[in-house]
């Protein structure tokens, strides 16, 4: 039964220890040494309470903890003599169901390995099977006693992690919060967020995911590309897939819920579904894709476009700023990139793909809505301009005479700003503008400026470039300048499914209690992108504060609105229409 952790931190010690029973095998003496340090915010933080504790202890201490680990597979375990979350978890890893070769094989490598070290293999086995544990016993034997007696407390603290996770509840807004918080503290910069990909905090990022995703008692595994996949099989034999969820690499400073929210929620949500007995009539995976931002490689959506079957083997040869190609970063890692081809989903197998994504603006923010259904991802397009006027002396030039570059600048600069303010949805920016060789007495002969332009359909996007490029060319012609234009980038809009947003809006209403769900198009690019040319797509927005930034520390959310979110999620989930 779980207990909420409210509930909990009211115990006094011997409720505490009573409760936490069988977290730490037989030793009742961790929890006594962690309920100073409650109360408790989030069930990570008594999870690291309890294993400071265990790292606190004299090693003689340690040393029995570790001592009272059955052995794997052992004469406790074919005695039927284990403890109900031992039993539990040896059967789940298939250990009562060894070969006689299997369990001679652990029975030699047991006593190997208790004669070597003077105590019992310890691994998580949630998430593993005969074989990998085998492997890794026969991997490990050969470490040195402290680096072993290091890895057995390791291991102990993971195994408390996943039975804590099936023995203490929290609000899943709470929750959802302290696990991003908890993903941030793994940066590769000290004082910010910054999560790039197959880095060893992005290896340490994905490791940590897979666990969540093993406490959700879903299956785990983290693929050649570097995604995160956690599995939860319907109850419907051959049943397609609904695919969910975002990136958990991060720009450079980053914000704490970009993409990781994304992760997280699902990961709750399938947890709770899962505690009250649900099963869904369709395939559930959660993937957290490995690299969307593209910031070590110039390379985005390389996750998701291997899951869709547009991963672009070419990628492979690019390389960072150290000259380390992806194809070296990903064997490093322990990943093959020939593989990669065989990650594409089949379309036929698959129902959908949904992404829970912070709105990264401050429209649901300024309308006081905690939700919003979006109705398609902006494509894009971005132009490079170069104005070619004449440039002259400040004082002698009559301004009717002049050819003055910066001034057909800023006239388009005004333009771009009109035109998208008179078409609702477009959005355009002039996020760059030089005058090279500039100087204060000196009429600008040349001026340089980008425009970036975005719709949520290609239709509005084209007129309204239409539009542009006709103004632009009537001030070249006005102000006798010569302005050319480059195309640098063109990318299609992604409408999100109807059907889906209805049902995704059906939900927000239920659980907001609004009758009038706000729609909205996301500005920002997105691995449903992606995902689209494999599956139809739909997101959800969460609200978030601080005028909605993103892409910097000062990013947040509330854990209110990630309970709402969930909720939404959970009730999309239940109410989405079994596919055929």
């Given at each position: 039964?779980?207990?909420?952790?409210?509930?909990?931190?009211?115990?006094?010690?011997?409720?505490?220890?009573?409760?936490?029973?069988?977290?730490?095998?037989?030793?009742?003496?961790?929890?006594?040494?962690?309920?100073?340090?409650?109360?408790?915010?989030?069930?990570?933080?008594?999870?690291?309470?309890?294993?400071?504790?265990?790292?606190?202890?004299?090693?003689?201490?340690?040393?029995?903890?570790?001592?009272?680990?059955?052995?794997?597979?052992?004469?406790?375990?074919?005695?039927?003599?284990?403890?109900?979350?031992?039993?539990?978890?040896?059967?789940?890893?298939?250990?009562?169901?060894?070969?006689?070769?299997?369990?001679?094989?652990?029975?030699?490598?047991?006593?190997?390995?208790?004669?070597?070290?003077?105590?019992?293999?310890?691994?998580?086995?949630?998430?593993?099977?005969?074989?990998?544990?085998?492997?890794?016993?026969?991997?490990?034997?050969?470490?040195?006693?402290?680096?072993?007696?290091?890895?057995?407390?390791?291991?102990?603290?993971?195994?408390?992690?996943?039975?804590?996770?099936?023995?203490?509840?929290?609000?899943?807004?709470?929750?959802?919060?302290?696990?991003?918080?908890?993903?941030?503290?793994?940066?590769?910069?000290?004082?910010?967020?910054?999560?790039?990909?197959?880095?060893?905090?992005?290896?340490?990022?994905?490791?940590?995911?897979?666990?969540?995703?093993?406490?959700?008692?879903?299956?785990a595994e983290i693929d050649a590309i570097g995604n995160v996949v956690g599995r939860w099989p319907s109850i419907r034999p051959g049943a397609k897939t609904l695919i969910t969820g975002s990136h958990y690499d991060t720009v450079i400073n980053g914000g704490h819920y970009?993409?990781?929210?994304?992760?997280?929620?699902?990961?709750?949500?399938?947890?709770?579904?899962?505690?009250?007995?649900?099963?869904?009539?369709?395939?559930?995976?959660?993937?957290?894709?490995?690299?969307?931002?593209?910031?070590?490689?110039?390379?985005?959506?390389?996750?998701?476009?291997?899951?869709?079957?547009?991963?672009?083997?070419?990628?492979?040869?690019?390389?960072?700023?150290?000259?380390?190609?992806?194809?070296?970063?990903?064997?490093?890692?322990?990943?093959?990139?020939?593989?990669?081809?065989?990650?594409?989903?089949?379309?036929?197998?698959?129902?959908?793909?949904?992404?829970?994504?912070?709105?990264?603006?401050?429209?649901?923010?300024?309308?006081?809505?905690?939700?919003?259904?979006?109705?398609?991802?902006?494509?894009?397009?971005?132009?490079?301009?170069?104005?070619?006027?004449?440039?002259?002396?400040?004082?002698?030039?009559?301004?009717?005479?002049?050819?003055?570059?910066?001034?057909?600048?800023?006239?388009?600069?005004?333009?771009?700003?009109?035109?998208?303010?008179?078409?609702?949805?477009?959005?355009?920016?002039?996020?760059?503008?030089?005058?090279?060789?500039?100087?204060?007495?000196?009429?600008?002969?040349?001026?340089?400026?980008?425009?970036?332009?975005?719709?949520?359909?290609?239709?509005?996007?084209?007129?309204?470039?239409?539009?542009?490029?006709?103004?632009?060319?009537?001030?070249?012609?006005?102000?006798?300048?010569?302005?050319?234009?480059?195309?640098?980038?063109?990318?299609?809009?992604?409408?999100?499914?109807?059907?889906?947003?209805?049902?995704?809006?059906?939900?927000?209403?239920?659980?907001?209690?609004?009758?009038?769900?706000?729609?909205?198009?996301?500005?920002?690019?997105?691995?449903?992108?992606?995902?689209?040319?494999?599956?139809?797509?739909?997101?959800?927005?969460?609200?978030?504060?601080?005028?909605?930034?993103?892409?910097?520390?000062?990013?947040?959310?509330?854990?209110?609105?990630?309970?709402?979110?969930?909720?939404?999620?959970?009730?999309?989930?239940?109410?989405?229409?079994?596919?055929?």
């Amino acid at each position: 039964m779980l207990i909420p952790l409210a509930e909990l931190n009211g115990l006094d010690l011997p409720g505490f220890v009573a409760a936490l029973d069988g977290i730490y095998e037989h030793s009742p003496w961790v929890a006594e040494a962690a309920i100073d340090a409650g109360p408790f915010a989030s069930r990570l933080d008594l999870l690291d309470a309890l294993n400071a504790a265990m790292l606190a202890a004299p090693r003689d201490t340690q040393r029995a903890l570790i001592c009272a680990h059955p052995e794997l597979a052992g004469k406790a375990a074919v005695a039927r003599e284990l403890t109900d979350a031992s039993t539990r978890e040896q059967s789940g890893a298939g250990l009562d169901r060894c070969t006689p070769e299997e369990y001679a094989r652990l029975h030699l490598l047991n006593e190997r390995y208790r004669a070597r070290f003077g105590f019992p293999f310890i691994i998580a086995v949630k998430g593993h099977s005969r074989a990998t544990i085998i492997a890794a016993m026969a991997e490990r034997i050969d470490n040195d006693e402290d680096a072993e007696f290091a890895r057995a407390l390791h291991e102990i603290g993971r195994i408390a992690g996943f039975r804590l996770a099936d023995r203490v509840s929290e609000p899943a807004g709470d929750e959802i919060i302290a696990m991003c918080t908890r993903l941030a503290w793994l940066s590769e910069q000290s004082h910010a967020l910054t999560c790039t990909c197959m880095t060893p905090v992005h290896q340490a990022t994905a490791a940590l995911l897979r666990d969540w995703m093993l406490e959700a008692g879903m299956s785990a595994e983290i693929d050649a590309i570097g995604n995160v996949v956690g599995r939860w099989p319907s109850i419907r034999p051959g049943a397609k897939t609904l695919i969910t969820g975002s990136h958990y690499d991060t720009v450079i400073n980053g914000g704490h819920y970009d993409g990781r929210l994304g992760v997280v929620l699902p990961i709750v949500a399938g947890r709770r579904l899962r505690q009250a007995g649900v099963r869904l009539p369709f395939d559930v995976e959660i993937v957290a894709f490995s690299d969307e931002e593209g910031v070590r490689f110039q390379s985005t959506f390389l996750g998701s476009s291997a899951l869709a079957g547009h991963f672009d083997p070419m990628l492979l040869a690019r390389r960072d700023a150290d000259g380390i190609s992806l194809a070296e970063a990903l064997q490093q890692a322990g990943h093959d990139p020939a593989a990669i081809p065989l990650l594409a989903r089949d379309p036929a197998t698959v129902a959908g793909f949904v992404e829970v994504h912070i709105e990264q603006g401050p429209v649901l923010l300024d309308e006081g809505r905690a939700l919003g259904v979006v109705t398609a991802i902006n494509g894009s397009e971005r132009h490079l301009l170069t104005i070619i006027g004449l440039a002259g002396h400040a004082g002698t030039v009559p301004m009717r005479l002049r050819h003055d570059a910066a001034a057909a600048a800023a006239e388009i600069v005004l333009a771009v700003e009109r035109i998208a303010r008179s078409r609702d949805g477009v959005v355009a920016t002039v996020g760059k503008l030089a005058v090279p060789d500039g100087a204060i007495n000196v009429i600008a002969g040349r001026c340089e400026l980008s425009i970036d332009l975005r719709a949520p359909s290609d239709a509005l996007r084209a007129a309204a470039a239409a539009e542009l490029f006709a103004a632009i060319d009537a001030i070249a012609e006005r102000r006798s300048v010569d302005i050319s234009r480059t195309a640098v980038l063109a990318i299609a809009a992604t409408p999100c499914d109807p059907a889906m947003q209805a049902v995704l809006a059906a939900s927000v209403g239920r659980v907001a209690g609004d009758s009038n769900v706000r729609h909205l198009p996301s500005g920002a690019g997105h691995d449903a992108m992606m995902m689209a040319r494999l599956t139809p797509v739909a997101m959800l927005f969460v609200r978030c504060g601080n005028g909605g930034i993103s892409h910097n520390p000062l990013e947040t959310m509330t854990a209110d609105d990630a309970q709402l979110a969930a909720a939404a999620f959970t009730d999309f989930l239940q109410t989405l229409p079994v596919p055929p």
